[in-house]
């Protein structure tokens, strides 16, 4: 297989960062939103983005525009049917991405590869409602897209070699470094990753020590660039609770169960930096208060 096309659908903040380092990459690149006004949105995030990196050096006022003429928006899935490579990066909901895959199994054309973004949701499950199973993986990118080094690229029990391959060669030549993990719930990063947090959340929860030490505890004494309450609210205390809930229904052990803080802040709507409330306060700037 060879990838000349690039396919995304989502131009939040994932699909908006693939779709920048794809196109960065030299690819054509097709991003799929729901509507005009968050095509907008997804564009202005990646040009704000290309210019972050003129900016600081890393990129040049041409690289940023080769890659902008690059990326074509649309709010049709039909303007995908000629890709070889569609990334899904939507909503973390099965039933939304496998409505997504059957709809889009009969509109790209049959040799192009589907991949999903997902953290934690099983990709064999996706591939099932698609007449591609062979030619589906999953692409797990790490936030933010254009600046982390990793891609996770997941082989169910029916991805073909072939279609491993080119995944794996597609993330080399996006410049990441590729790890493969089997089709389970967390992958490599997540599975190891999700319960240091709610470890984190229960010590703080059970009065271990506040939440400053704790994060000042992790990045001084383990050199950590940032502690685990502070990157929760960063990842956002929503993603991993969803994670966390993921995994708890997989695996039925209480390591990846959400601590009754997470639930509580949830639904409270204190999501952490986006909100401007979560484990900390945040100014409207996003600094801590």
Avoid: W
């Avoid at 496998?98 to 064999?124: H, M, Q, R, Y």
């Avoid at 966390?244 to 990846?256: Q, R, T, V």
């Amino acid at each position: 297989m060879e990838i000349k096309k690039v396919g995304v659908i989502g131009c939040g903040l994932m699909g908006a960062g693939i779709a920048e380092t794809a196109a960065k990459a030299g690819f054509p690149v097709s991003v799929r939103e729901v509507s005009d006004e968050l095509l907008k949105k997804g564009r202005t995030r990646i040009e704000n983005s290309l210019s972050r990196a003129v900016e600081k050096g890393k990129a040049t006022p041409q690289d940023k525009e080769a890659a902008l003429v690059r990326i074509t928006g649309t709010t049709k899935l039909s303007d995908l049917a000629d890709c070889d490579l569609v990334i899904e990066a939507v909503i973390e909901n099965m039933e939304e991405k496998k409505k997504l895959f059957k709809e889009l199994d009969g509109i790209v054309k049959s040799s192009a590869l589907f991949a999903s973004n997902t953290s934690s949701l099983p990709i064999t499950d996706m591939a099932a409602v698609t007449k591609r199973s062979a030619n589906f993986v999953g692409l797990h990118f790490f936030n933010p897209v254009p600046v982390m080094k990793l891609v996770e690229v997941v082989k169910t029990v029916v991805t073909s070699e072939e279609a491993f391959q080119t995944a794996k060669s597609f993330g080399e030549k996006l410049g990441k470094t590729v790890v493969v993990a089997k089709d389970t719930p967390g992958f490599v990063v997540n599975l190891l990753f999700v319960p240091y947090l709610l470890d984190a959340v229960r010590a703080f929860e059970k009065g271990v020590a506040s939440r400053e030490d704790i994060d000042n505890g992790m990045k001084l004494g383990c050199g950590h660039p940032m502690g685990p309450l502070e990157l929760l609210d960063f990842v956002g205390i929503d993603t991993t609770y969803y994670i966390a809930e993921i995994m708890f229904d997989e695996f039925k052990d209480d390591h990846y169960a959400a601590p009754p803080l997470m639930r509580r802040l949830v639904a409270a709507g204190f999501l952490g930096r986006k909100t401007g409330r979560g484990i900390y306060e945040y100014d409207e700037k996003g600094n801590k208060k």
